[in-house]
């Protein structure tokens, strides 16, 4: 299994590893009918997880928090925000 990739911001108290992965409860999804390919999003991702591949817009999950200021963004509402887990479901906090 390959390991999981971890955020490490550097502050004046250290290095810290923060797994923002594990913080979604809603992820972005992009609509590639209504994307104008812009670029919008990228500049706005807080944490680099919107890649540009051979000029389209790619959403990665590794480090993505779901906060969702890409699909605020998004021009073209292009970005839709789904439930992690599943229709109308979220794990209930600290449990599975
Ligand atoms: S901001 Fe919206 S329209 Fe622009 S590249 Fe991102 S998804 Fe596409
Ligand atoms: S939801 Fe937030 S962290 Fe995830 S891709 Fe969009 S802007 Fe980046």
Redesign the pocket.
Known sequence: MAAKKLVTPVSTGGIYKLDTASWRDFRPV???T?????????T?CPVCS?IRTGGK?EITYDYCKGCGL?AH???????DMMPEHGVGQRPAKGGQ
């Open positions: 992009i609509d590639k209504r994307c104008v390919e812009c670029g919008i999003c990228l706005f919107i817009y890409c963004e998004c021009p073209k509402q292009a970005i």
